[in-house]
């Protein structure tokens, strides 16, 4: 079986956003928050978006996709 190097192994968030109308995050372990803000706990941090009219578009085991005005993205303990 072929092993990868931890190093290549990504354990953190990965965090892409598309303009300020959609973001996706990969790793994340669960949604937090989901009214005024949407927060998004990973194994790193605690991911906290503000925008307007935000809804998540899909989620899987390990991403889950926003839309919406997004009007900020904040890395918070």
Known sequence: MLEI???LQV???TVTT???TF???ENY???LEYENDLRVKTK???IKI???KLLLK???ENEIGIKGVIYSIEYVD
């Open 29 to 31: 372990l669960s949604i």
């Open 5 to 7: 190097s931890s190093d």
């Open 23 to 25: 973001v996706s995050i």
């Open 18 to 20: 598309i303009g300020n």
């Open 58 to 60: 899909y989620i899987t």
């Open 44 to 46: 790193a941090k605690t």
């Open 50 to 52: 503000l925008g307007d």
């Open 11 to 13: 354990n953190q968030p």
